[in-house]
C-alpha cells in the first residue's frame, strides 16, 4: 500500500474515530443528563464537569484527548510526513467538530487537538497540559485558557522539536477560530467561567 493511500486511509479512519462523542456516550452509561441540552450545551469535558462532576469530565477528557493522539501516533509510526500529519490530526478535530454519528452537531475540538499534539512528546504533551490547568486555575475561564494554550502550542513545539511546528500551528488555528463566539463574550465579560456542579440523575 503506497504512502498516499495510507494517508487517506488515516484522514478518514481519524475522522470517524473523532465523530464518537465521549461526552454524550460518557453521560449516557453515567445516568447524567445530555451534555448537548444541559449547561453550555457543548459536549466536551468542561460542560461534563459542570453537570456530572471531575470523575465524569476526566473520562471525556481522557478519551477526547485519546481520539486525537491515537491516529496521530499510527500515522507517525506507519511514516506520514509531518504536513500529512496535521491534516490526519485536523480530521480527528473535525471529526468531533462536526461528529457524524451526532448529527453533525460536536464540541470545541480542544483536547482532540491537544491529544494529536501529545504524540510529539512528553516535553510536549506537559506544556500543553501545564498551560492550560495553570490558567484555569488563575482565570476560571475554560476557553480563555484553551484560546491561550493553543496559541502558545506553536511556541512550545518550534522550542523542542521544530518538524512539527506547522502541523501545530494548523491545529491551534482551528481550535482559535472555533471559539470565536467565546473570545466575543470574553471581550464582553459575559463568558461563564468553570464550576463543578454535584452529579445529576437524568430525569
Known sequence: M?????????ILSA??????????????????????????GNPGATNVLRIGGASSAAL?????MLKGAAPAYLAFRLGVDP?????????ACLGHIFPIF?????????????GAMAPIGHDLALCLMGSWVL?????????????????????????????????????????????KDNIQRLLKGEESKVSRKKRTKAP
Do not use: E
Request: charged content about 10%; overall charge positive; aromatic content about 12%.
Open 135 to 179: 490558567l484555569v486555575l488563575i482565570t476560571r475561564y475554560s476557553s480563555f485558557a484553551a484560546i491561550c494554550t493553543a496559541l502558545l502550542a506553536p511556541v512550545y513545539t518550534w522550542w523542542l522539536d521544530d518538524r512539527f511546528t506547522i502541523p501545530v500551528a494548523m491545529l491551534s488555528t482551528l481550535i482559535v477560530i472555533r471559539h
Open 60 to 64: 471525556v477528557l481522557f478519551f477526547d
Open 102 to 114: 451526532f448529527n453533525f452537531k460536536g464540541g470545541k475540538g480542544v483536547a482532540t487537538a491537544f
Open 2 to 10: 503506497s504512502l498516499t493511500v495510507v494517508t487517506i486511509v488515516m
Open 15 to 40: 475522522y470517524l474515530a473523532g465523530s464518537i462523542s465521549s461526552a454524550v456516550l460518557v453521560c449516557k452509561l453515567r445516568g447524567l443528563p445530555d451534555p448537548r441540552t444541559q449547561g453550555s
Open 83 to 91: 504536513i500529512a500529519l496535521g491534516v490526519i490530526a485536523i480530521a
